[in-house]
């Protein structure tokens, strides 16, 4: 089902993460003001558009949610369609200011040299992601302050794996400026920051169900005697 609210929040949403974390790169923002751009605007925008959108903007995290049922498949999609322009045009303007977007992309020190650890440190980066906002936002355990709880996450997760991995945790934020550093014609690409990301968003939601099943324990049901007969006492 198309929802052009949802679309264009998502879009607006993806965009402004994009733009703003890529420039910061682009100024060198050093690692603390990458991650608090990214971090800020996650949060900001959780509060803007979260009644009209949930703001996923994040494939992975649109995933886990769909997992979860919170969303359904079908609109899972115009998620993705929206995040996915939202990351491209964003990226596509980093470069048009700064005449390169390299500074901006999504890369460490494992991207090339260890590319299944670097999968790996996606994964869990992701989970962590996810994780918070299942429990903060969707199940509303964070009440109002879920947005500063998502954003924050999403800070400490670039301050411990921006070295890494650059910390995408976001197919959409990775293959904006990918497509212009000529990154998104390498298949690992792909596996470090969309197989990892989802990986990480699907183990969250299990877990996130674990949490949220019934602790109630089944009453033992009574054992009846079997192949013995039993007759009444006499008075």
């Known amino acids: 089902m198309f929802n052009l609210k949802v679309f264009v929040a998502e879009f607006i949403g993806t965009f402004a993460l994009t733009f703003i974390g ?9 690692l603390v003001g990458v991650a608090l751009a990214h971090g800020f605007v996650l949060a900001v925008f959780v509060y803007i558009y979260g009644n009209v959108s949930g703001t996923h903007v994040n ?17 899972a999609v115009v998620y993705w369609i ?14 048009t200011f700064f005449g390169d977007v390299k500074a901006g992309a999504t890369v460490g020190s494992l991207t090339a040299s260890a590319p299944v650890m670097a999968m790996i440190v996606e994964a869990v980066l992701t989970f962590f992601l996810v994780n918070t906002v299942l429990h903060a936002a969707v ?8 947005g500063w709880a998502i954003g924050i996450t999403l800070t400490f997760a670039i301050l411990a794996g921006g070295p890494l991995t650059g910390a995408s945790l976001n197919p959409a934020r990775t293959f904006g400026p990918a497509l212009f550093t000529g990154a998104a014609v390498n298949p690992m690409t792909y596996v470090i920051y969309f197989v990892g990301p989802f990986v ?8 996130f ?9 089944a009453a033992p049901t009574p054992v009846r005697a079997v192949g013995r007969k039993t007759t009444p006492r006499r008075k």
């Open 59 to 75: 494939p992975a995290v649109t995933f886990g949610l769909a997992l979860n049922g919170t969303v359904k498949w079908g609109e």
């Open 200 to 207: 990480g968003a699907a183990i969250a939601t299990g877990i």
């Open 209 to 217: 169900k674990f949490f949220s099943g019934s602790d109630k324990v």
């Open 139 to 146: 199940a509303g355990k964070a009440g109002p302050l879920a």
């Open 82 to 95: 929206a995040q996915f322009l939202g990351a491209i045009l964003a990226a596509f303007l980093v470069k």
């Open 22 to 30: 890529a420039s910061a790169g682009m100024a060198n923002a050093g």
